[in-house]
Structures are given as C-alpha cells and as structure tokens.
C-alpha cells in the first residue's frame, strides 16, 4: 500500500524560502510518476509540479523559475524547494503519487 508523508511547512516572510520533504513507502519510487499540488482556502486543489518516472519536471506557470521539484531515489523522498515565496503561495500543499494517491499535506503560509 502506498504511503505519502509530507513535511516541511511552515511560516515563512515574502521573499524567503522553505524546500518540502514526501516520504514515500509502499513502491519504488524511481519507477513513479510524482506530483506537488496546493490548495489554498476557498479555491480548488491546483498543480504545482510534476516530475515523470524519467525524471523529466513540470511546472505551473506561477511557480516556475521559482520552485524545483527533485527526488532522492534511495531515501524514497520527493522535494519541493520554493524560493521567492509570496503571498499567494500561501496553500496546504500534498504530494501525489501515479495521480491516484494523496498525502495528508502539509501548511505553508507566506506571510510578514
């Protein structure tokens, strides 16, 4: 049974920076098509990123040149780093496997 754990949220000043963590257990990671997506209050979940089982990212027009997605097949952990935060990147943020499973997701606030 696949399993995400997302960490790292937090609070964090305009303009700062904070990278996620997703824990992935239950398949092999490097064989998975994986996601970050966010849902801020009162709006629909949207995606953020996406990385192929080829490695090969994709990015929401808001968020690129401004987060990265990666992977650490070994350790079975999926990133976000996301710098030049703004405001309205203020969301629960989840992790995504294979488009079908969900992470319980994990609050980034961006906020001075």
């Known amino acids: 049974q696949v399993q995400l754990v997302e960490s790292g949220g937090g609070l964090v000043q305009p303009g700062g920076s904070l990278r996620l963590s997703c824990a992935v257990s239950?398949?092999?990671?490097?064989?998975?098509?994986m996601g970050w997506y966010r849902q801020a209050p009162g709006k629909q979940r949207e995606l953020v990123a996406t990385?192929?089982?080829?490695?090969?990212?994709n990015f929401a027009d808001s968020v690129k040149g401004r987060f990265t997605i990666s992977r650490d097949n070994a350790k079975r952990l999926l990133y976000l780093q996301m710098d030049s935060l703004n405001p309205q990147d203020t969301a629960v943020y989840y992790c995504?496997?294979?488009?079908?499973?969900w992470g319980q997701g994990t609050q980034v606030t961006v906020s001075s």
């Open positions: 995504n496997w294979e488009s079908r499973i």
């Open positions: 990385i192929t089982r080829r490695g090969i990212a």
């Open positions: 239950g398949t092999t990671l490097q064989l998975s098509a």
